[in-house]
Structures are given as structure tokens and as C-alpha cells.
């Protein structure tokens, strides 16, 4: 075995213009009042690397143009569809009218795994809040269910960017096993 040289993986990966174009998969992500920029930047790539349908930024999320979030997005800010809403309800109701099932990324009651999801569950808008009080009740109300992550340790949460990449990309394999 060996790892790939930079060619080759350039070989295998998509351009900006082929990305603008490719079919996504059917998961949004919501990011409400997250703070760092660095953690923006962090889930664009995720989101680029995870092809979903857009990433949605809400109420003092920073968003680009901002070199902060460009320096983690490594020009993802390119790749993935995104758009701003002042109020993240408002968010909620336009991706919920498209057909979306919004899902909080909470520890809350009656939440489910996040390696539950299935058919039925998609297309989905994941939702995640601020680095340190999570998603704000108000919005937390609006949400169809809640996905948790298990937490094995003495912390009972994780930094928002490695949240939102486990969650994601479980969902994305959970819709490419319901295709």
C-alpha cells in the first residue's frame, strides 16, 4: 500500500466548475448563531467534501466574504451552495416548504441516534448551533426530531465543526444505503 501523490489525487477530483453543476445529495446544513469563524470555514470544506445541497448560515453566524473563513475553507466557499438568513426561523420555514425534515444536532429529549436516519428522513436539514449554548429553544421548536451524537466521556459535547462532520457524513451514507 501507498498513499496517492498530489496528481493523482487531483486526477480524481472534481473541478469548481464540474461541482457548480453535480448532482448533490439531499442534505442541508444549518449553522445558528456559530460564532467562530474558523468553524464556518471548517464546515464549508466539510460540506464541499460531503457534496451536500447547501449549507445555511443564520442570525451572527459569520459569513464570507471573511479571509478567516477562507483560510479553513481551502475555497469551498466556491463549491458549496450557500445563503444567509437574519433569523434562523425563517430559514426553517423556507427549507421546511422545500421539503426538507429538520433535524436539531442536540442532546434533547426524544432525540434519536444519528446513525438512525433512514428513506423516510430525506431530503434533511441538519441543524447546529452556537459552540456554547447549542441551538436556541426557539429554534429547537421548529425542529421536526433531534440526532445525538453518544458522548462516552466526562464532556458531554463536542467542538460544532467535528459534530457537524460526524453527522453529516453519516447522513450522507445513510441516504447512498437508501438508494
Request: hydrophobic share 40%; aromatic share 6%; net charge negative.
Amino acid at each position: 500500500m501507498r498513499k496517492l501523490l498530489h496528481g493523482e489525487i487531483l486526477e480524481q477530483r472534481l473541478t469548481t466548475e464540474q461541482a457548480k453543476s453535480v448532482t448533490r445529495h439531499p442534505v442541508s446544513v444549518l449553522l445558528t448563531n456559530v460564532r467562530s469563524l474558523y468553524n464556518v470555514g471548517s464546515i464549508f470544506r466539510t460540506c464541499d467534501s460531503a457534496r451536500v445541497s447547501e449549507l445555511i448560515l443564520c442570525g451572527f453566524t459569520p459569513h464570507p466574504p471573511r479571509k478567516e473563513i477562507e483560510k479553513t475553507a481551502l475555497a469551498a466557499v466556491d463549491t458549496v451552495p450557500w445563503r444567509y438568513f437574519k433569523h434562523a426561523h425563517e430559514a426553517i420555514e423556507t427549507i421546511r416548504a422545500e421539503g426538507n425534515t429538520i433535524f436539531a444536532v442536540e442532546i434533547a429529549e426524544n432525540s434519536r441516534t444519528y446513525t438512525s436516519l433512514n428513506a423516510a428522513d430525506f431530503p434533511c436539514c441538519l441543524v447546529l448551533g452556537n459552540e456554547l449554548t447549542g441551538i436556541d429553544d426557539d429554534v429547537m421548536s421548529r425542529c421536526d426530531s433531534a440526532l445525538e451524537i453518544p458522548m462516552f466521556g466526562v464532556k458531554h459535547s463536542l467542538n460544532v465543526a467535528v459534530a457537524a462532520g460526524i453527522v453529516i457524513f453519516e447522513s450522507v451514507n445513510a441516504f447512498r444505503r437508501s438508494v
